[in-house]
């Protein structure tokens, strides 16, 4: 097969264990994704320092830090800039951005320099279609084993929803915790999708409501959970 001229790439897949890697941050070095072992981490990339559309990811991410420590979640950013323009930019966001009511605002998670682009490509962060000299904005949230949950990654244009991204982490967590899945746009609160039915009995009993839930077929039923229980439950995790 023809590859075009195209360098082939690693891309890491939901499932994987975390490439690991040490790296230099504005909190320190780091020794990824080992020291992180036992919560859940947000290792996002954004293109470059110094520009609009991650400015304004920057300060919203950070001013919901605490959001994702209340579920165990921490976050360490990544760009292909150097650390003194890191430590230059966040002070600049910090003693001049006023954005959408967000000021003086300190972004207190590391930010990983990648000039060699060497964590950028083992987790599939540039991607030469769109740049091959910045990241585009990939997520990658990985569970407190070290391993790849979620992958997300957005084109350099399009800032991130955070709703969404503290969603992911809370859904997959009450995945976990209740042996459920999450249906469409599910948030806290609403109904849980149980796993199908293994055997014809328990088929029967399901669509005969022998089972606390609602079945909309044999293969597809819901139970109630309230949002009190599911977030009390990840927050002790
Ligand atoms: C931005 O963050 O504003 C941006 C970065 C790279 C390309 C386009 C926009």
């Known amino acids: 097969m023809e590859n075009d001229g195209m360098q082939s790439v690693s891309m890491p897949r939901i499932g994987d264990k975390a490439p690991a890697f040490k790296a230099v941050t504005t909190q320190g070095e780091i020794n990824f994704p080992e020291q992180y072992s036992g919560s859940w981490v947000i290792l996002f990339s954004h293109p470059a320092d110094f520009t609009p559309v ?25 760009s292909v800039d150097g650390l003194y323009s890191h430590i230059a930019w966040l002070r600049t966001i910090k003693d001049k951005i006023e954005y959408r009511g967000m000021k003086n605002v300190e972004v207190k998670f590391p930010l990983i ?94 669509m005969d409501g022998k089972e606390d839930m609602k079945c909309y077929d044999w293969f597809f039923c819901t139970r109630k959970l309230d ?10 995790q």
């Open 227 to 236: 949002k009190e229980k599911v977030l009390s439950t990840i927050q002790k």
């Open 54 to 78: 991650c400015t304004s990811e920057f300060m919203t991410f950070a001013s919901r830090e605490e959001e994702f420590a209340r579920v165990n979640c921490k976050l360490v950013g990544l």
């Open 113 to 206: 320099e990648d000039i060699t682009m060497e964590v950028a490509h083992k987790y599939g962060m540039i991607q030469p279609g769109e740049s091959s000299t910045k990241a585009v904005r990939a997520v990658f949230v990985i569970d407190p084993k070290g391993i790849i949950r979620t992958i997300i990654y957005y084109p350099l244009s399009l800032g991130r929803n955070f709703d969404e991204l503290l969603r992911v982490v809370i859904a997959l967590q009450t995945a976990d915790a209740f042996s459920v899945a999450t249906p469409a746009d599910w948030q806290p609160g609403d109904d849980l999708i149980v796993p199908p039915a293994g055997s014809c009995g328990t088929a029967k009993e399901r």
